[in-house]
Structures are given as structure tokens and as C-alpha cells.
Nanobody, 121 residues
Framework: QDQLQESGGGSVQAGGSLRLSCAGSGYRSHRCMAWFRQGPRKEREEVATFLTTETSYADSVKGRFTISKDNARNTIYLQMDALKPEDTAMYYC?????????????????WGQGTQVTVSS
């Protein structure tokens, strides 16, 4: 399988927006797709998960971030609005062929290299 590849990170001021993308043709059939992040001196955090029409979000990003998937482009997105300095982190996409059950809280098998998001106050 080809590697998951994230893009779209960058630097933005608080209140701004970014859209992250994650592409990988070998993961098209996977049920579970997700975005994680790891900030400076913090543990990795699950940000959002996508399972067909079901999504889940960390409380810290609810109402501000939106995960979506474009099957035709084999790409998942994370639209991030109203960004805060505490959103600063390396963001990773992840994928798993998990056959049943929820995608939130799962130990994902496939990971991208990450894309940095920096939000300044």
C-alpha cells in the first residue's frame, strides 16, 4: 500500500482557518479514517474520526473542525475553523480496515508522516 500523505498545514493567526488533506489510494476501502494531533510536550490526541456517514470529534474541537471524505479522490479532509493557539500541533491522518464497531478510540494501523499546524495569538 502507498503511504498516507498529509498536506495543508501551515501557520495562521488565531481565528483563522486551514484545511488539511490526506490522500492514499491504497486505503480507499478502509472503514475507519481519522485525524490525530500531537502538540509540544503533549500526548497524541484523537481529533476526529470518519466512518461512512458517522463522525466523531474531540470535545476541544467540536463545532470548529469538520472531517469529510472524498471517495473519488481517495482523500480525507479536516476543515479547521476558528483556530486557537492550543490547536498548534503536528497533525496526522490514520486509516484502518477495522471491520466492525466504532472508529473512535481505535488503535490505527496505518499512519501518515504528519503536517505541522501553528496558530499564533
Amino acid at each position: 500500500q502507498d503511504q498516507l500523505q498529509e498536506s495543508g498545514g501551515g501557520s495562521v493567526q488565531a481565528g483563522g482557518s486551514l484545511r488539511l488533506s490526506c490522500a492514499g489510494s491504497g486505503y480507499r476501502s478502509h472503514r475507519c479514517m481519522a485525524w490525530f494531533r500531537q502538540g509540544p510536550r503533549k500526548e497524541r490526541e484523537e481529533v476526529a474520526t470518519f466512518l461512512t456517514t458517522e463522525t466523531s470529534y474531540a470535545d476541544s474541537v467540536k463545532g470548529r473542525f469538520t472531517i469529510s471524505k472524498d471517495n473519488a479522490r481517495n482523500t480525507i479532509y479536516l476543515q479547521m475553523d476558528a483556530l486557537k493557539p492550543e490547536d498548534t500541533a503536528m497533525y496526522y491522518c490514520a486509516s484502518d480496515p477495522k471491520r466492525a464497531g466504532a472508529c473512535s478510540g481505535w488503535s490505527y494501523a496505518y499512519w501518515g508522516q504528519g503536517t505541522q499546524v501553528t496558530v499564533s495569538s
